[in-house]
């Protein structure tokens, strides 16, 4: 027995395990080759297998910690994974005194895999010291973030993609596209991500992605979030300083990075339009705190292997600028946090400024419109022998078409519950009145606005909204919400809380009750009151036969007039229309 057992120590000692040493001296026998390197680039790793590889990364280098964080619709928990080459931990308060935080989200849509293997390769060849370490950013990493989309795994779906040889769904658990619920939290996954972004609080943000609108010569594009909309000297940074040192590092690489192409079935040598991203994206939400947000955008038709090396080597140019900048961001972050006060006007929609813009240099191919054999219609043919370099028009500059003067303060009644939940999630401050109160706010009342004819995301969302505005007096009960723009939310609670922003509550159907009337008319009761209305109300008549006279439905119509009649009269409800939410100016 015992001849056996030094047999095997003997065989053990001479097996070729890898064996790597950590910072503490230990002896790692881990392998820490990736199922992407594994495979020479054709496959990426399963939810299970990445985890697993981080958990391991963490027991071996104490530079790195991973941690779960919240639940989400697949019923699995969301981890974040930390690179600390200080080696100080993840208690983020204390780390961001003194360091600029970097968040790379991954997976989101888990067809776009190529941040998930890039990002596991990047936290080992820095652990390991294969490539310079950050000595003031702390990464972190969210490895998978729709995990039920990862594990509803696949080989077809991503009809128009070059690898890997199987892949992850784009919906989660609940078929919720991810990319669209950042405001509006309808997932676990979302309230999640809440918790994390205000846990580290970030000054860099990278959201990993997979994109073909157009055939081009580029495996990466950026899609750094727009300029304008961020405002401030932070916008004039990330347009004028971060964004070209971004492309210089990569051109020093031999990496050709361009825009994020914004176009679909059309060519792009006409040019195209930068993407304006909203708060329902990843990069819009984090812009509502001031955070420097980037989609990268890999060109799915180039090999899996070249889209997680580009990938790779974005986010190692992007960590590279925030160590090199980051005092910098950190005092433009401070002064950017001035930049709205109450009384100013906020702009909240958007649209192309049409007299300016940039000229790219733009690598494409040939691109024409030419008689489809399967349809008879005229298709779109790209020809690959036929690549080009030139100027093209890129439309990079936007100008606001509406403001709303920002408010004191809210008041928000604390039956909205919901509402009161998500304000909490964003880490809103508040104080709820002591005492039954009379307060001189002013109203908003739905004045018009139209409705998709489609579901959008478990949604049949609003649009084209505008409000009726008025002063008045009104009783709001002990317990209700008093929420001051003075705080670092002041952007999310003006894109949530003001009805015609395009991302508000209102539009996404929160408030969706008040547009419904709950108490109404008999006509037969109703006719001889509003007689008797019209009898005592001279200026009222004349408004009647006006309307009559110059609105032919209105006049063959009796229910609608006797339904205008019941809007003009104390019978009709207060409620109906009105928006529960107060401004105090």
């Known amino acids: 027995m015992k001849k056996l057992l030094l047999l095997l120590l003997i065989v053990s000692s001479c097996t070729d395990q890898p064996k790597e040493i950590n910072s503490d001296h230990k002896i790692s026998t881990l392998d820490f080759t990736t199922v992407f390197e594994k495979s020479e680039g054709l496959e990426t790793a399963t939810y299970q297998e990445t985890i697993t590889y981080y958990q391991d990364l963490a027991d071996s ?40 935080i970097l968040l790379i989200n991954n997976g989101i849509h888990p067809g776009e895999s190529d941040g998930i293997d890039a990002t596991m390769l990047l936290y080992r060849d820095i652990a390991q010291g294969k490539i310079d370490a950050p000595q003031n950013t702390i990464i972190v990493t969210i490895p998978i973030y729709n995990i039920g989309g990862s594990l509803n795994r696949n080989s077809t779906t991503r009809t128009n993609q070059n690898g890997p040889l199987s892949y992850g769904f784009r919906g989660n658990a609940r078929n ?144 590279e600028i925030t160590e090199e900048q980051g005092e910098k961001i950190t005092q433009l972050r401070k002064e950017q946090a001035k930049l709205w006060i109450a009384g100013d006007n906020y702009p909240f929609t958007w649209e192309v400024d049409t007299t300016m813009s940039s000229l790219r240099k733009f690598k494409g191919y040939k691109g024409e419109m030419i008689p489809s054999e399967l349809t008879g219609a005229k298709r779109l043919k790209y020809d690959r022998s036929k690549p080009f370099t030139k100027d093209v028009t890129y439309n990079d500059y936007f100008k606001a078409t509406d403001s709303v003067t920002i408010p004191k303060a809210y008041v928000i009644p604390q039956g909205w ?18 005492n ?74 929160f408030f969706d009750t008040i547009l419904q009337q709950k ?18 109300n001279k200026k009222l008549q004349m408004e009647f036969n006006v309307k009559i006279s110059y609105d032919d439905d209105f006049a063959n119509n009796w229910y609608a007039q006797l339904d205008w009649l019941h809007k003009q009269s104390k019978h009709y409800e207060k409620a109906h229309l009105q928006y529960p939410v107060y401004r105090l100016k």
């Open 61 to 100: 280098y104490p530079e790195i910690s991973i941690q779960e964080i919240g639940e989400t619709d697949s019923g699995k928990p969301l981890h974040i994974v930390t690179l600390n080459m200080k080696g100080s931990g993840d208690d983020f308060e204390t780390l961001r005194e003194n360091n600029r």
């Open 417 to 434: 519950h919901h509402i009161i939940d998500l304000l909490k999630l964003n880490n809103v401050q508040y104080t709820q009145f002591k």
């Open 176 to 319: 919720y596209d991810l990319n669209r619920d950042f405001i509006k939290v309808d997932t676990k996954n979302a309230k999640a991500f809440t918790q994390i972004f205000h846990l580290l609080q970030p000054d860099v943000f990278i959201d990993n992605h997979v994109s073909n609108g157009a055939d081009y010569q580029y495996t990466l594009t950026h899609l750094f979030t727009q300029h304008n909309k961020l405002g401030g000297e932070l916008g004039n940074y990330i347009h004028t300083e971060m964004m070209p040192k971004l492309e210089e590092k990569l051109q020093a690489k031999s990496w050709d990075i361009t825009p994020y192409v914004n176009v679909f079935n059309r060519t792009p040598d006409s040019g195209f339009t930068q993407f304006l991203d909203s708060p329902r994206y990843s990069t819009g939400y984090t812009t509502l705190f001031n955070t420097l947000g980037m989609m990268i955008e890999t060109h799915m038709l180039k090999p899996y292997k070249q889209r997680v090396e580009g990938t790779y080597e974005l986010m190692k140019s992007m960590i």
């Open 519 to 536: 108490e109404g008319f008999s006509p037969y009761v109703w006719e001889d009151k509003a007689e008797e209305l019209l009898k005592g």
């Open 436 to 509: 039954d109160t009379i307060i001189n706010v002013e109203v908003y009342k739905i004045g018009a606005y139209e409705t998709r004819k489609s579901p959008y995301e478990g949604h049949y969302a609003h649009y084209n909204t505008n409000v009726n505005s008025s002063n008045e007096k009104i009783a709001f009960r002990k317990g209700d919400y008093l929420i001051t723009t003075n705080q670092k939310a002041i952007r999310y609670l003006l894109e949530t809380l003001e009805p015609t922003a395009p991302d508000s509550f209102f539009n996404w159907n």
